[in-house]
């Protein structure tokens, strides 16, 4: 019978590889994935409800009916702040500051205002220390 259970853990395994994938790649937190009532059983945290649907989306392109699949996933509340700053990250651009360059005529080349930034200046804290002194070849964030 345990050979029979992991038999089928195995083959349901292959059969939602990609989703395992797509749990790994979305930084979901897994906390269970065994065979029950003959269904591969999957429990999760994810870290966002983004991170939720594209795990989801591909369930279903594995198998539109899941039929063989309990899929479990919750999204982790975590503190605001960190999730603000893993969104930031995720929709931001990288610029490579050159010659001339100011966050203000950076600003208004991303943001067609040259007023926003301070927000170039608030996603680049870890590196500058004055909004007013950058130098050529520093890789800057820019947020969304």
Known sequence: MADDKQQRTQ??????GSVLR??????????????ENNKLLI????????????????IKLVDPSYSD???DLR????????????QTQA?????????????SKISKQFYGDANAYMRIFEANRDKLSDPDKIKPGQQLTIPQ
């Not at 083959?11 to 939602?16: A, T």
């Not at 797509?22 to 065979?35: M, S, T, Y």
């Not at 999204?75 to 893993?86: F, T």
Request: aromatic share 4%; net charge negative.
């Open 43 to 58: 429990r999760g945290a994810a870290p966002s409800e983004d991170a939720k649907n594209k795990v989801w989306d591909q």
């Open 75 to 86: 999204v982790e509340q975590r503190a605001g702040q960190a999730a603000a700053a893993e």
């Open 22 to 35: 797509v749990i790994e790649q979305q930084g979901v937190r897994l906390e269970n994935v065994h065979v």
């Open 11 to 16: 083959q349901l395994k292959e059969k939602y």
């Open 69 to 71: 699949l309990t899929c």
């Open 91 to 103: 929709a931001a651009q990288t610029y490579t500051v050159q010659a001339g360059d100011s966050l």
